[in-house]
Structure formats: C-alpha cells, structure tokens
C-alpha cells in the first residue's frame, strides 16, 4: 500500500503515527495523574479535616469535664469562672458538629453523626443538673451524679465520637489506598504504553523506510546494469 504513495507522504505518515502516540501516552498519563490528585485532595481537603473536628470535640469534652470538676473543688469567684468557660467548649463542640454536618454525605457517616448529637444531648442534659445541683449546693448530689448518671453519658459520648474518627480513619486509609494503587497502576499502564509505542514507533519507521530504500535501490541496480 505504502509503495503506491510518493515519499514526502510516506515520511507523513510516519511522523503522525508517531505524534499520535505520544499524544495519546500523554493524556492517557494526563487522566490518571487528575485521577490521583483528586484522591489526594479528598484525603486532605475532606476525610482528613473531619477527624480533626471529631477530635477537637474530644478535647472539648474532656475541658468541660475538667471544668465542672474544678467547679465542684473551688469555691466562690473561682469556681463561677470555672462555670462561665463551660459555653466557650460547648461553642466548639457546636461549631465542630456543623461542619461535620455540612461535609459528611455517606449514610453511614450521617447514621453516627446522628447518634453523637443524641449522645451530646444526654450529656448536656446531665451537665445542667449538676450545675444546678451545685449552685444549690447540693454538694452530695453532685457527686452522686460525677459517679453515676454524668460519667455514664460522657462515656457514651466520647464513645459515639470515636466510633465517627474510626469510620473516618478507614475512609481515609482506604482513600489512601486508592490512590497508592491509581499510582502503580498509571506507572504500570505509562510503562507499557511507551514500550508499545517504542515497537511501534521502531517497527513502523522500518517500515517505512524499507518501503523507500527497497525501490531506490531497485532502481539504482537497473540504472547500474
């Protein structure tokens, strides 16, 4: 077929076989590479910030525990200012739980999310009955409830926040693994495709270049003879 074309074409086509090849490697490449920073960017931009925010509701729990407790300890203006950085914690734990609210969109994640604010409400509910109980210094009653009812749902709270960090870790270690596997496979992919398109760059360019010399020198023999 090559034969009945003139050079200047043969030699085309040979340069856009070639061309086409490595523009097809480059956005095969192109693809898979947007592919691995779309993983990336949901690890750090999405499942990575959401354990941050359950664990910054941690930290808050543990502060108001701490909070009430020293309220019980002290007395008079020291123990009210132990009081008054209460609502500070629960504005971090609220502001925390939005966001989670906003970003979190698996039915699973939105299930647990569900039972943190259950378990925070109990809490809550809890917190305020010791803090009435202190202001009426009912000092033996607060301590039944340290012992009883208040520990019981700040257990289940902490419990219900780590369960949500457990989820999201997995959704980030997976996310991780996803992407670790989208690299090897590319490489994989990138690797094979530019040995292919080395044979067939190599095969092709024979090819042609025989479809040339093999006449030429056809006719040189007659014009020798």
């Known amino acids: 077929m090559l034969n009945n074309l003139k050079i200047g074409v043969r030699l085309g086509i040979g340069f856009a ?68 950085a209460i609502p500070e914690q629960r504005k971090v734990i609220s502001d925390r739980l939005d966001k989670l609210e906003k970003s979190i969109t698996s039915d699973k994640g939105k299930d647990m999310l569900k039972k943190v604010q259950s378990a925070r409400a109990a809490y809550v509910a809890d917190q305020d009955k010791f803090l009435e109980f202190l202001k009426a210094g009912k000092r033996e009653e607060c301590v039944e409830l340290m012992k009883g009812g208040l520990r019981a749902s700040q257990g289940d709270y902490i419990k219900s926040v780590n369960a949500l960090i457990d989820f999201q870790t997995e959704l980030m270690n997976k996310a991780g693994k996803d992407a670790e596997d989208a690299a090897d496979a590319a490489h994989r992919l990138l690797l094979i495709l530019s040995i292919l398109a080395g044979v067939l760059t190599v095969a092709f360019g024979w090819f042609v270049t025989r479809s040339i010399t093999k006449p030429v020198g056809e006719a040189l023999n007659v014009t020798q003879r």
């Open 17 to 84: 076989v070639t061309f086409a090849l490595l523009v097809t490697i480059s956005f095969i490449g192109y693809t898979r590479i947007s592919t691995l920073n779309d993983e990336i960017e949901a690890m750090a931009q999405d499942k990575f910030p959401k354990t941050v925010q359950a664990n910054d509701i941690i930290d808050a729990i543990n502060t108001i525990a701490r909070r009430l407790r020293n309220a019980y300890i002290f007395s008079g203006t020291d123990s009210q200012k132990e009081i008054d």
